[in-house]
């Protein structure tokens, strides 16, 4: 079993910056790729970046790219999500997910495991 818990959302205006974290438990997380997503009421989850076991490889949604990066302490099991440059569009609730394979995905179905996420707010 593999928790995983965000912290690090909140309120901030636009154009400001957040950095997420996501600490999970296991004494295997560096063989873990690692997911970030967010949804909002009433659409589907999307898929904003995923970041390899060694993090070695990101991939981001077109919508972040250049604004938001993913990064990785493995002996701290911790995932980030450093997000710059903020729009209000990017409000949402922000979830990580563990991938046990290893390789990073886009598609939330890849995902074994999920955090329950926090908010995000970007005021205009």
């Known amino acids: 079993q593999v928790q995983l818990v965000e912290s690090g959302g909140g309120l901030v205006q636009a154009g400001g910056s957040l950095r997420l974290s996501c600490a999970a438990s296991?004494?295997?997380?560096?063989?873990?790729?690692m997911g970030w997503f967010r949804q909002v009421p009433g659409k589907e989850r999307d898929f904003v970046a995923a970041i390899n076991w060694s993090g070695g490889r990101t991939v981001y949604a077109d919508s972040v790219k250049g604004r938001f990066t993913a990064s990785r302490d493995n002996a701290k099991n911790t995932v980030y999500l450093q997000m710059n440059s903020l729009k209000p569009e990017d409000t949402a609730v922000y979830t990580c997910a563990a991938d046990l394979t290893g390789t990073t995905h886009a598609a939330p179905l890849a995902y074994h495991y999920w955090g329950q996420g926090t908010q995000v707010t970007v005021s205009s």
């Open positions: 296991g004494r295997t997380f560096s063989t873990y790729a």
